[in-house]
């Protein structure tokens, strides 16, 4: 079974790759997830600095690599050339051996940004240059956060659900919070618990590096405007108590204000399924559209199983007679 996490050396020599054929921006991607898995390798810190531009970066990974094998030679190199204004060695696009010197020229790494700042190795690496092989870092929840963020935007979800199909006639408000919550948060929860499965595994076809834990917290990043879309409810609720959620006859003036409110909701629920893309692109570090194809696979994923299901149950059902 592949584990959740790939090994820091597969991570580094897959970073290799990256830099012999030339993708700066997603060896530093897979270089910064190494150093991530496995911080006290001094070779990853000096892979690392060969994949950025920054002098102010080069010189910190230079340093930590230095820090944990004192006698690296290649890295007392980098920092000397350093010292005098002239660009950190970086290791070679042709060989990855077991000591972490370089041969053979040394190719211009890809920029990373102009701040100065080296962003920390131990969060996703960004991205500057290249909108196909990479994706700015950004921030993802931690897991009770998470899970907050997942049932409150199932509970929004199912207050939605409830309000467009009318279900609100004949039942008194306090019935539909206690059915909306108690039927939102197991849903809000086991979508983020799906999602993040079905999602690790298509991210990563696609070339992505998170793991279930990071693709969950990318998506909950989704359940944001349907959890925000609960104070609009409240409001609509405080204002137009009785047809709101379906029951009793609106006016001209509530119509109005209801379509308003919609149009609102509508809104929201794009903005969603955007961030529903790019919290998995985040997760993975990969581009929105590579994002949006593991979106495509995993809903071929869900559709194809539910046909062989259903097919099965319908071949079963005929040859039993039913």
């Known amino acids: 079974m592949r584990q959740d996490n790939p090994p820091a050396d597969e991570l580094l020599a897959q970073g290799a790759a990256a830099m012999r054929s030339g993708e700066r921006a997603r060896a530093r991607q897979l270089l910064a997830a190494a150093v991530r898995a496995d911080p006290r390798n001094a070779q990853t810190w000096?892979?690392?600095?060969?994949?950025?531009?920054?002098?102010?970066?080069q010189r910190e990974c230079l340093e930590r690599a230095l820090a944990l094998d004192p006698e690296y030679a290649a890295a007392q190199h980098g920092l000397e050339d350093l010292r005098v204004g002239s660009d950190a060695p970086h290791p070679s696009p042709h060989s990855l051996s077991g000591s972490g010197?370089?041969?053979?020229?040394?190719?211009?790494?890809?920029?990373?940004?102009g701040s100065g700042e080296l962003d920390d190795p131990l969060s996703p690496a960004q991205g500057a240059g290249s909108k196909d092989e990479s994706h700015p870092a950004e921030f993802l929840p931690s897991p009770l956060v998470t899970l907050l963020l997942?049932?409150?935007?199932?509970?929004?979800?199912?207050?939605?659900?409830?309000?467009?199909?009318?279900?609100g006639a004949g039942a008194s408000l306090g019935a539909i919070l206690v059915v909306v919550v108690l039927a939102g948060v197991p849903l809000g929860i086991s979508a983020l618990v799906l999602?993040?499965?079905?999602?690790?595994?298509?991210?990563?076809?696609?070339?992505?590096?998170?793991?279930?834990?990071?693709?969950?917290?990318?998506?909950?990043?989704?359940?944001?405007?349907?959890?925000?879309?609960?104070?609009?409810?409240?409001?609509?609720?405080?204002?137009?108590?009785?047809?709101?959620?379906?029951?009793?006859?609106?006016?001209?003036?509530?119509?109005?204000a209801i379509s308003v409110f919609w149009a609102v909701h509508g809104l929201l629920i794009l903005y969603s399924a955007?961030?529903?893309?790019?919290?998995?692109?985040a997760a993975h570090q990969i581009s929105r559209w590579r994002a949006v194809a593991a979106w495509l696979m995993a809903a071929l994923l869900v559709l194809g199983t539910m046909a062989v299901t259903f097919t099965g149950s319908a071949l079963l059902i005929s040859l039993r007679g039913g």
């Open 150 to 167: 997942g049932a409150l935007g199932g509970i929004g979800v199912a207050f939605d659900w409830v309000a467009w199909r009318g279900l």
């Open 274 to 281: 955007y961030l529903a893309i790019a919290g998995v692109a």
């Open 195 to 256: 999602g993040g499965v079905l999602l690790r595994m298509t991210g990563r076809g696609l070339g992505g590096v998170g793991d279930t834990g990071a693709v969950r917290a990318g998506l909950s990043w989704a359940a944001i405007p349907p959890a925000s879309g609960l104070l609009l409810w409240a409001g609509q609720v405080a204002l137009m108590p009785t047809v709101s959620l379906g029951a009793g006859a609106a006016t001209h003036k509530q119509s109005l």
């Open 101 to 113: 010197e370089s041969d053979g020229p040394h190719p211009q790494p890809h920029s990373l940004s």
């Open 46 to 57: 000096f892979w690392l600095s060969g994949a950025l531009d920054d002098p102010a970066q």
